[in-house]
């Protein structure tokens, strides 16, 4: 009998904890028309900016949901700044000419009400990968293809975090975010670096 009453009292304290589950930060009503402003790049790699904000506007457009405007004319505006960019080769080949590379992009993101001039929230870190063999060999991709895999990543995490709010997708922690510049290597085949050599 005691055995019992221990069991229904452990199901009674288990059913009655509930798990906690912090409201969405979604975008306030009085926001309908949206602007994208001019991205920031923070990096050494010229040109990332523009493509990824042409991305992200016709992201927006795909969506729908908002009327995209000038920035004088919006209710909110969404703002990313790159931080950083780097191309690094993972394998090489048996003559040590790269067969992968990984291109990873790192932006800052923040929403901001311009009616009440307030930030309603950031998104620090938001990673962008993508890993991929040369174009050198079959199936593999350019620089510029994976930047388009990259931006593409991107554009889609910028408009989760902004319609589904916080916690639909998140950055990467500090402790993951290197601390050295962003670089893009200037790898050069080796009949070129033969030929330079003579």
């Known amino acids: 009998m005691l055995l019992r009453i221990a069991a229904l009292f452990m199901v009674l304290l288990v059913s009655s904890c509930t798990m906690y589950k912090p409201s969405a930060q979604l975008i306030p009503q009085h926001i309908k028309k949206i602007a994208i402003r001019q991205i920031i790049n923070d990096t050494t790699v010229s040109g990332l900016e523009d493509k990824l904000y042409m991305r992200i506007t016709d992201e927006f457009v795909r969506d729908g949901r908002f009327t995209i405007t000038n920035e004088e004319n919006a209710d909110g505006v969404v703002v990313a700044k790159i931080t950083y960019y780097t191309l690094q080769p993972l394998t090489y080949g048996p003559n040590f000419d790269p067969q992968q590379y990984k291109l990873r992009m790192l932006l800052n993101l923040y929403f901001i009400d311009a009616t009440q001039n307030v930030t309603l929230w950031e998104e620090p870190n938001l990673?962008?990968?993508?890993?991929?063999?040369?174009?050198?060999?079959?199936?593999?991709?350019?620089?510029?293809?994976?930047?388009?895999?990259?931006?593409?990543d991107l554009s889609q995490k910028i408009i989760t975090r902004t319609m589904a709010g916080f916690?639909?997708?998140?950055?990467?922690?500090?402790?993951?975010?290197?601390?050295?510049?962003?670089?893009?290597?200037?790898?050069?085949?080796?009949?070129?670096?033969q030929q330079s050599a003579q």
């Open 127 to 152: 990673e962008g990968v993508a890993i991929f063999n040369a174009s050198t060999l079959p199936g593999g991709k350019t620089e510029e293809e994976a930047r388009d895999i990259v931006r593409d």
């Open 167 to 193: 916690g639909s997708v998140a950055g990467i922690s500090e402790k993951k975010v290197p601390k050295f510049p962003s670089t893009t290597e200037q790898l050069q085949p080796a009949a070129t670096t």
